[in-house]
């Protein structure tokens, strides 16, 4: 069974540092790409960048990039997604996902499926 | 960026009408590349249709998506009390790849 495990809720204080984590069973982890998106609360869905294991080529919104920073470990099935200094508006789900390769498109992923089961970062002093 | 707007926000029905979602696009999405979630509150989304009208494993027939171009639709035929939830469209046509805002379906 493809599954996709993320780490647990957490809670930080603006400026602190974050890194949070989705790991990968069930099927080869170099063979497609993860994808994050936020969910901000009661709000929709906002994708935030995709990463290949294999190269670790990275794909980042505008709206995200330089703002976190996505990367993978091969060698546990693991795809990361940290903050430096984290802000009150980075209060959040954040869910990872699987995407195909679209190997008819330049490689490029594809849509989401599996995600992972979420995990809420709330960020308040 | 590829703005896709979903109507209505909200639809309210009863349990076995038919639900016709839009989704449209401020430009072309290429290839048909567009793809309809399913949200019910505190769960991740899950993926229903990609490529516009090809159905993922296990869902159910009575799911079913149609377009291209600038406009989609997601179709709920006989709608089953589990349907009632939130609806995205998103396209991974061109990057950034974006969501619409989503479209609620509520019991009536």
């Known amino acids: 069974e493809v599954q996709l495990v993320q780490s647990g809720a957490e809670v930080k204080e603006p400026g602190e540092s974050l890194k949070i984590s989705c790991q990968a069973s069930?099927?080869?982890?170099?063979?497609?790409?993860i994808g994050w998106v936020r969910q901000r609360p009661g709000k929709g869905l906002e994708w935030m960048g995709n990463i290949y294991p294999t190269d670790s080529d990275t794909k980042y919104s505008p709206s995200f990039q330089g703002q976190v920073t996505i990367s993978v470990d091969k060698s546990t099935s693991t795809s990361y997604l940290q903050w430096s200094s984290l802000k009150a508006s980075d209060t959040a789900i954040y869910y990872c996902?699987?995407?195909?390769?679209?190997?008819?498109?330049?490689?490029?992923?594809?849509?989401?499926?599996?995600w992972g089961q979420g995990t809420l970062v709330t960020v308040s002093s | 960026e590829i703005v896709l707007t979903q109507s209505p926000g909200t639809l309210s029905l009863s349990p076995g009408e038919r639900a016709a979602l839009s989704c449209r696009a401020s430009q072309s999405v290429r290839s048909s590349y567009l793809a309809w979630y399913q949200q019910n509150p505190g769960q991740p989304p899950r993926l229903l249709i990609y490529d516009a009208s090809r159905r993922a494993t296990g869902i159910p027939d009575r799911f079913s998506g149609s377009g291209s171009g600038t406009d989609f639709t997601l179709t709920i035929n006989s709608l089953e009390p589990e349907d009632f939830a939130v609806y995205y469209c998103q396209q991974y046509g061109t990057s950034p790849r974006t969501f619409g805002q989503g479209t609620k379906v509520e019991i009536k």
């Open positions: 996902a699987r995407a195909p390769v679209m190997v008819t498109f330049g490689g490029v992923p594809g849509w989401f499926d599996p």
């Open positions: 069930g099927y080869s982890f170099t063979n497609y790409w």
